[in-house]
């Protein structure tokens, strides 16, 4: 159990251009998610996947932002045409659906996006 | 929708002091988690807490929930060092799990 690992760490980015996070869960969790955090604020759902299913995305999510988890294992959070409002922590976390532990969350270190 | 409400949002105490921060939902809760996240970290579980009127410890750490099961408490007995940090209580809504804004607790030496 190598814990959950995201990158890049850090992104600094101009406006405009697109960007990929990558997250790699527990091995044995099957849900993975994503969150946003920015300064002095909780982390903020956007979305979640039950393994490679994407079951609910954020009201808040713009069309510019989209997540994969195309085998159940790892996920991508793309953004595209970034904007300077898209700067923060993007959070990836996972968890087990149900048993021991089922629904608590094990986050990575998140990457931090800087939009220019 | 649901909301997850915490206070207070900061908290400055003199190291081997009493902390306690409040967490309150809109709706009840099956149950409620909480984390905390050192400065330049990420949200590290702490505890979840199931049962209404339920009360857990973790050495100087006192988790409490509500019997309604619409809010929580998290004290900490004589505060260290290690304490500092942002402490956050989350709720499940639906399959996802919301958080509050949290409590940022510092200490002062």
């Known amino acids: 159990d190598t814990g959950v690992s995201q990158n890049p760490r850090h992104k600094i980015t101009k406006r405009g251009q697109n960007v990929t996070f990558r997250c790699d869960p527990i091995?044995?969790?099957?849900?993975l998610y994503w969150y946003r955090q920015t300064l002095g604020q909780g982390p903020e759902f956007l979305t979640y996947?039950?393994?490679?299913?994407?079951?609910?995305k954020s009201r808040l999510l713009s069309d510019r932002f989209s997540a994969e988890r195309p085998k159940g294992s790892f996920s991508t959070l793309e953004i595209q045409r970034t904007e300077q409002g898209d700067s923060a922590m993007y959070l990836c976390a996972s968890s087990r659906r149900g048993g021991s532990g089922a629904n608590v969350l094990t986050f990575g270190a998140g990457s931090r996006l800087t939009v220019l | 929708g649901q909301q997850v409400m915490q206070i207070p949002q900061y908290q400055h105490v003199q190291e081997g002091e009493d902390f306690t921060t409040y967490c309150n939902s809109s709706t009840t809760l099956s149950n409620i988690q909480w984390y905390k996240q050192r400065p330049g970290g990420h949200p590290v579980f702490l505890i979840q807490?199931?049962?209404?009127?339920e009360v857990k410890k973790q050495k100087r750490l006192t988790f409490q929930f509500g019997e309604a099961k619409k809010n929580s408490s998290l004290h900490i007995t004589a505060t260290q060092t290690t304490d500092v940090g942002t402490y956050f209580c989350?709720?499940?809504?639906?399959?996802?799990?919301?958080f509050g804004k949290g409590t940022r607790l510092h200490i002062l030496p």
């Open positions: 807490l199931v049962k209404s009127g």
């Open positions: 996947f039950q393994n490679e299913a994407q079951l609910e």
């Open positions: 989350a709720g499940p809504r639906d399959d996802k799990i919301i």
């Open positions: 091995s044995e969790h099957n849900r």
